[in-house]
């Protein structure tokens, strides 16, 4: 039997994230041939078990097929994604990570704009769809669009309006081979990496309309290596050298600014305070005219907010 | 249910092709390597396209989706203008020993690095050189990570290796660039021929890969009355010998056109000469994308090149069926053409311009003459260039980047 729409769901040590995850899937209002794939990624037993069970409830419950594997080992994200996507074979493909949610309606606003696309004249065999998103962080949610106009290379490079986040995407199986596989060098961030790949490789991410968000993440930088980050960032830029020349100078300073910047955040939401600083000034004596433009910016706004 | 994890399949490796120029080129061995690259693409594979040049500009052929393609050399700006003004001085530096490193190093050090450093990055699996200054800037990157590096040759070894006027014409290079062989897994060779040229150690690297040639439907009979020229005007061509022979040929075959397509440096003298000679029927049409739907309709592809790799447009034309005249001691070409099988080998006498043009002057009028003898060598076309299937030949590719043992395929 072929599948309508795979859904690949990665898992690590979270079964009721998961079952978050689940629930949101049965919710959809989309109601095609859907199957759900979950590779856990070596889980201690007992929560293997329990992702185990949650499947087998959603596949009782549900007209949805469940597909679960697991990892001998803790293989890590890029490794476990990139299995998921050995077990594909549904004409079309969605992401989401064990923990963050789909609201009803995003299966099937999606397929729409992918028909819409077709009806268009579209080749969708080269589109992925994006969508607006809640961002959940602190307890504290906010919603943000994806701005996929202009140059989606420079957009994601940049990152303020345009994210690489795996989890808003569904797309034609065609089009996410356009990207190929996670790099496994990449604990963290390989969504960035694969969402360049995707557009350098003459991939374009279209996003569903509307202003309402069709998913939830709900995000934590607690127990996140910092100089890994800081490293899978710097390695990203490395490998998309090339392209990044094209543009001014201007922003391969901000880039790197940004990767400290980032590690910097990082470390401070683990406490590593100097780590944090080390960073900050790394930040700072690395890109400095970048650093000054940010610190005028934000003297600018506090004197906004105090006057 | 719980299962293993499956091994990664072997479709989805990583593969840079490294070639220095592409931008907007529309030479065989570019479009051979777009070619390649898309077709290994469909197959599952990462591809990336590395080129160094100073060229903004993309490539002239069509890449498919998820080939990257990626320029290692950044835009002039800033302090770049002041290093680039330097390093080009010191292009102009006497060319010797001694100096020759300092030239050889301005000339071709900054692709070699800006190379190794990318693949450290990238780290693909397999690297393809495609031309003799990628192919020495890949045998001379130092990686940190298991990585075959593959070099495709596109011509004669004689050229590649012997020809002061070709490539990179700095001594260091030209003492190197065969040594440098040495440090290549595989070296891909178009004909079987090529194999013998290399010496018994690099020969163990040695395969042959043909280009593919893709197979067209084609009329035997009822074609127009059009001799055509495909290739770059450049003096290896032999254009002008072709033109030549037309002065003679075109007045006792009334109806028949000569059409030269291509584009390059003897454009210009080309076109001063069919006007000011007032050569009748002849027309230079530039280069067009659309030359290879020409195959399906015109007679004859006149072919008097001095040397071939693996020429595209002859193959093209046998593939549709179309016959090919071109000169016995083409390389390249004498091994696609049989002569009263799917084309005609003019002999070259005594190798002068003169016997070459008698010789080529009465070889294709004859066979402007002769449509019985034109539609039996169309028919032996096609089946001729079977053994270059798109399909057959992105296997042995595959076999040549990943298998473990050489390929032993001698096609």
Same mark, same amino acid.
């Given at each position: ?66 597909? =679960?594997? $697991?990892?001998?080992?803790?293989? #890590? @994200?890029?490794? *476990? ?5 050995? &077990? ?106 694969? =969402?360049? $790949?995707?557009?350098?490789?003459? #991939? @374009?991410?279209? *996003? ?5 968000? &069709? ?93 | ?411």
């Amino acid at each position: 039997m072929t599948f309508a729409l795979d859904v690949l769901i990665p898992h690590y040590c979270d079964p009721d994230g998961l079952k978050r995850s689940l629930d949101s899937i049965a919710a959809q209002t989309w109601r095609g041939r859907m199957r759900v794939i979950v590779v856990d990624d070596g889980s201690p037993d007992h929560d293997t078990l329990a992702a185990q069970t949650h499947c087998d409830a959603f596949a009782a419950t549900t007209p949805f097929a469940v597909l =679960f594997e $697991r990892n001998p080992t803790n293989l #890590g @994200r890029p490794r *476990t994604r990139n299995r998921l996507l050995d &077990l594909t074979d549904a004409t079309h493909v969605a992401w989401l990570d064990a923990g963050d949610i789909w609201y009803p309606d995003k299966t099937a606003r999606q397929f729409a704009h992918l028909d819409t696309l077709t009806a268009r004249g579209v080749d969708i065999s080269s589109v992925w769809v994006t969508c607006t998103y809640d961002w959940e962080q602190h307890g504290r949610a906010r919603t943000l669009s994806q701005r996929v106009g202009g140059d989606q290379v420079l957009e994601l490079l940049v990152g303020d309006h345009f994210r690489a986040y795996l989890w808003t995407l569904l797309g034609t199986a065609e089009a996410f081979r356009i990207a190929g596989r996670f790099d496994e060098r990449l604990p963290r961030l390989q969504d960035l990496d694969y =969402f360049l $790949r995707f557009v350098r490789g003459g #991939g @374009r991410i279209e *996003t569903a309309p509307g202003r309402r968000a &069709l998913c939830r993440y709900f995000k934590s930088d607690i127990g996140r290596n910092a100089s890994e980050v800081h490293a899978c960032y710097k390695l990203i830029l490395t490998k998309n050298a090339p392209a990044i020349s094209r543009y001014p100078r201007a922003l391969s300073s901000k880039l790197h600014y940004k990767a400290n910047r980032l590690a910097s955040r990082f470390a401070y939401a683990n406490g590593d305070r100097i780590g944090a600083a080390r960073y900050l000034a790394e930040a700072a004596l690395g890109s400095p005219r970048h650093a000054l433009l940010v610190a005028r910016n934000v003297l600018r706004s506090r004197l906004r907010a105090g006057g | 249910m719980i299962r293993q994890p499956r091994p990664v399949p072997p479709s989805g490796r990583r593969i840079a092709f490294a070639i220095e120029k592409l931008a907007q080129r529309s030479g065989g061995a570019e479009r051979v390597l777009i070619e390649t690259a898309n077709a290994l693409a469909a197959r599952g594979h990462e591809v990336e396209i590395l080129s160094h040049e100073p060229r903004g500009k993309g490539p002239f052929y069509d890449t498919a989706p998820g080939v990257v393609v990626s320029n290692l050399l950044p835009p002039r700006s800033g302090w770049r203008f002041f290093t680039e003004w330097i390093r080009s001085r010191l292009t102009f530096l006497p060319d010797y020993p001694v100096l020759d490193r300092i030239v050889g190093i301005a000339r071709d050090g900054g692709f070699t690095r800006r190379l190794e450093r990318h693949l450290r990055a990238t780290r693909p699996d397999v690297v393809i050189g495609f031309m003799p200054p990628a192919i020495s800037a890949l045998a001379k990157a130092r990686v940190d990570h298991p990585m075959r590096r593959v070099a495709s040759m596109h011509n004669a070894p004689e050229q590649d290796f012997l020809n002061p006027e070709r490539w990179n014409h700095t001594r260091l290079d030209q003492r190197r660039r065969l040594a440098l062989m040495s440090r290549i897994d595989r070296i891909a060779v178009l004909l079987p021929e090529y194999r013998d040229w290399y010496s018994d150690d690099l020969r163990r690297a040695v395969c042959v890969l043909p280009n593919a040639v893709t197979p067209r439907a084609a009329a035997v009979t009822g074609r127009e009355k059009v001799v055509m020229a495909v290739g770059r005007l450049a003096t290896v061509k032999r254009h002008g010998l072709l033109i030549d022979c037309w002065k003679t040929i075109a007045p006792a075959h009334p109806g028949w056109e000569l059409r030269i397509w291509g584009d390059g440096p003897l454009k210009d003298d080309l076109a001063a000469r069919i006007r000011a000679e007032s050569i009748p029927a002849v027309t230079l049409m530039g280069h067009r994308s659309d030359v290879a739907d020409h195959y399906l309709t015109a007679s004859i592809l006149a072919h008097p090149a001095e040397f071939e790799g693996f020429p595209l447009a002859v193959t093209e034309a046998l593939a549709a069926a179309m016959p090919v005249v071109g000169f016995e001691d083409c390389s390249g070409l004498n091994r696609l053409v049989r002569d009263g099988v799917n084309g005609r080998l003019v002999p070259a006498g005594d190798g002068s311009d003169t016997a070459r043009r008698i010789a080529f002057t009465e070889t294709l009028s004859a066979l402007m003459q002769n449509e019985a003898l034109r539609e039996a060598l169309a028919a032996g076309g096609p089946p001729s260039m079977a053994p270059y299937a798109p399909d057959r030949v992105i296997d042995l590719w595959e076999e040549i980047l990943f298998a473990d043992a050489m390929p032993c395929a001698s096609a």
